[in-house]
Structure formats: C-alpha cells, structure tokens
C-alpha cells in the first residue's frame, strides 16, 4: 500500500494566493505531527490568528483543499482494474449552548452530515487508497440541503439523492478504464440508485434494508428468496467492538456489540426486483435483474444481536468463489468506520473550536487527508502484521523509533511490529490490548517531532566547518 504522501500532496494546493497555500502547507504539516492536539498547542500567538484567519477566508474551500489528495488517491488505484468506493454518512457533533454558524443547532450540540467517499483495494488485505469526495449535509426534519462551495445550502430532492451524487462524482473523477464497485449500507437500498450505478456501468454491493418485491418465484419478497437454497460455505470472522458513546444515529444503525468471532454461512442467487409502487421517479424501468447474497450468524453468543446481511449486488453469484468475493468485498465497509474514528478520535475534530461552517469545513479538509494517514498506518499494523514495513515509515524514522522505544526492532520490521512501537511511544502498555487512536495518534506525533530533531542535528553536523 502506497502511504500518503501529505507534503507532497499539499505541494499542489492551489487556493488561488501563494501565500494562502503556503499557510495550507504549514498548518498541515503541524497537524501531521500532532494531529489530535488544539490548535491554541500547535501555533504561537501570531501563528494562531493566522490559522484561524486562514479557515476564515472566504477564497479557502473544502473542495480545494481536498483536490490534490483526491487526484493523488485515484492515482494510488490507477494499477488496479477495479476500485472499491465505499460510502457511508457520519453525524459530526459539536458541543455548546451556542449555536455555530450555519449549523444544525440541536439544544445543546451543533450538528454537521457529512458523507464520505474512501477509495480501497479489492484485494485481501485492507489497502487504503484515500479518500474519492466528501460533502457535507444539514437535515431539518426530513429534509436534507448539500453545503455548497459558495457557501448555499441546496435542498436534496431525498435525502438518498447524497449516495447518488457520490456515485456520480466518483466516476466522473475514476480514471479512464477503471471498474468502479460501489459498496453502500442500507440507507443506500434504493431502486432510482442502483439504476444510476448500472447506467454509468459501474458494480455495486449494497446491504438490503427494505421489502424489495420480486417478479417471479415462489415468494413475493427479497427476504424470502433464499430461504429453501442450500449454503455454499461457511467462514469465520472477527467483528470488532462497537462502543455505545455515538451519535443516536450511528448507533440505531449499527447496534452497540462487543468484539468476537462469528461463525457465517452464505448464499445466494439471482432475482429480479420490481420497482417500487409508491416512486415517485420518472424515467426508472419495472424490474431490474440483480443478484442476493445472504450472510448469517449460525450460533450467535447469547444476547447478542445475529449477524444477518442480505446484499443486493450487480457482480456475478454462479460459483461460491464469486459469492465469496461478493461477501469480501462487503466486508470492506468496515474500513469506513475506521477512517471516521480516526477523524473524530484521531484528529479530535469534534473538539476544533471553529465558529462557523465556513471555517469547520476547511479544518475538515485540512484534517481529512492527515486521518487517511493515520487509518493506513493502523490497517498495515492489525491486518498486515507478518508484512515488512516498506511504506509508513523512512529509514531515518525507523531509526529514532529503536532509540527512542529502546525495542530491538529488526533492520526490516514488521507492520505490527511498527504499530506497537509507535504506541508504546504515545504510552501504550502491551498487556492493554491492541492500541487505541489516541495513543497511536501521540505516538505518531512524537516520533515526527523527535526525527524532526534528528534531521536538524545531522544537518549541523554535516555542515564544513570554517
């Protein structure tokens, strides 16, 4: 996995004032180092009203701030023939009696929807490209209205018209010849969507979440299509904790669970979906022909809500090596959930005091690229820990770590062995488990900071002496 390369992306900001992407460069470069601390511990005094001026500028943009990292993570995918694109919506709440500006004011909390588009690998291991788009939402009600780049709100026909549009997006930014496959929860099962995915001829594994009619077979219904096929094979897995303390909405969508291992059978086959009675869309066809995957938990642990997914998906279901890709490539979207903690945990964004809309989304996309790099660094070190580190780190970096760590570590060390390294140098104890965002975050942080010094002092000492 090629790791993200901040300077180098930042290098090509361009805000339309070279002092603007100057002032980019250098706040990046500090929140790089330290990317969960406040601003008021990064900058000096001058340094601080510059920074908040910065977020302020009406001439400073989300999209623009995002634009080099986006163009650098579908080059990153260019190699692949196909690209996952998995998207999800994630509530970012800012606490206070007073109201941000522009903002959804929720009694005590200012509310943003923010929808993200992160490009992966197809293959096994959980490679991360970046991000493919973000945008952001306010709801009121039933009603959703996209934040502009002028700075207007603009109401959504539904509030499932988000999902589309990043569809679009990203295959109007995918570079030419690659596959896209769009992988989308249950606020995704939607007919108009999925014909739009099939127009632009992109794939798409999308989590069913409605009773989805059916032209033909003995049931009338998606959920029970499957119900008299055989399972075509089993397999065991890790589903990792979900804590309580999360946004009501994130919460009723994906239950509170403690961390185990399941055991899943699958199957699957082919249907063919009407299209719903009470649409009020033109222009959509009466059935569309599709595939089912059905994922269940055989013997979930008492008390425990069973694993149960039902896929709708346009990739091919003959052979269970096809079934199985179907489920792995579902099983990606967990990637999602990571990347928002390591935005919000991480980075500590819900914790950034900017005052208005304008200024929380360039901090979001001063800080966006930063959390991709941080999600790289932990996916390399949990689901890649037997690889040799060839990406995260230079040689010099490695080098400050043995010191710095006092560990033994190896000329070519391992993923894990990198990860827990970095931790323990943010304060991780081995006997706490795997390493937490935080302390990987001050781990990360440090080490920049100590090879920053390094770097320095070598230099010195290089210099001919008169």
């Known amino acids: 996995m090629s790791i993200v390369d901040l300077p180098g992306e930042l290098a090509a900001v361009d805000l339309g004032d070279k002092r603007l992407n100057a002032r980019a460069r250098l706040i990046v ?36 701030l995002l634009s080099p990292h986006t163009r650098a993570s579908w080059g990153r995918s260019a190699a692949a023939p196909h690209a996952l694109v998995v998207h999800d919506t994630t509530e970012l709440s800012f606490p206070g009696e007073s ?61 499932s018209d988000r999902w589309r549009d990043a569809a679009i997006s990203a295959r109007a930014d995918a570079p030419s010849g690659t596959r896209l496959v769009h992988v989308m929860d249950r606020e995704a099962d939607d007919f108009a969507l999925w014909k739009t995915i099939i127009e632009q001829g992109d794939d798409f594994v999308i989590r069913s979440a409605h009773r989805n009619r059916l032209t033909t077979g003995p049931t009338r219904y998606l959920a029970a299509r499957l119900q008299d096929e055989p399972f075509l094979f089993g397999r ?62 055989a013997e979930p642990p008492e008390g425990e809500e069973p694993i149960s997914w039902r896929l709708i998906t346009t990739l091919p279901v003959s052979t269970a090596d096809e079934v199985e890709r179907v489920v792995d490539i579902y099983r990606k979207r967990w990637l999602i959930e990571e990347y928002f903690k390591a935005l919000k945990t991480g980075c500590s964004l819900e914790d950034r005091q900017a005052e208005t809309r304008w200024a929380l989304l360039n901090t979001l996309g001063l800080l966006a690229p930063v959390a991709v790099r941080l999600l790289q660094l932990r996916a390399l070190g949990r689901h890649e820990p037997d690889v040799a580190a060839s990406g995260p780190l230079d040689e010099l970096e490695l080098t400050v770590l043995r010191h710095a760590t006092g560990q033994k570590l190896p000329e070519r060390p391992s993923n894990e062995a990198v990860m827990m390294a970095l931790a323990r140098l ?30 320095a002092a070598l230099a010195h000492l290089r210099k001919p002496t008169v």
Not at 32 to 49: I, K, M, N, T, V
Request: proline share 5%; aromatic share 6%.
């Open 236 to 297: 065991k897995v890790y589903l990792s904790r979900r804590a309580g303390k999360r946004p009501s909405t994130d919460v009723k969508r994906h239950p509170t669970r403690d961390a185990r291992f399941a055991r899943l059978v699958v199957r699957a086959g082919p249907v063919e979906v009407l299209r719903p009675s009470d649409t009020w869309r033109k222009g959509l066809p009466k059935t569309l022909a599709l595939h089912v995957v059905e994922i269940v938990e």
């Open 29 to 64: 470069g500090r929140l790089q180092e330290r990317p969960a601390s406040s601003f008021p511990a990064l900058f000096d005094e001058s340094e601080l009203e510059a920074h908040y001026r910065f977020t302020n500028n009406e001439a400073v943009e989300l999209h623009k």
């Open 99 to 159: 109201e941000r500006e522009g903002l959804a004011f929720m009694g005590t909390r200012s509310v943003l929807q923010l929808h993200v588009s992160l490009l992966v690998g197809t293959v096994e291991a959980p490679v991360v490209h970046g991000l493919a788009g973000m945008r952001g939402y306010l709801v009121a009600g039933q009603l959703w209205g996209e934040v502009m780049p002028g700075g207007d709100t603009q109401a959504l026909t539904s509030g």
């Open 426 to 455: 943010g304060g991780h104890l081995r006997s706490n488990g795997d390493p937490g965002w935080l302390v990987l975050a001050r781990g990360y942080a440090r080490l920049l900071r100590l090879a920053e010094g390094w770097r």
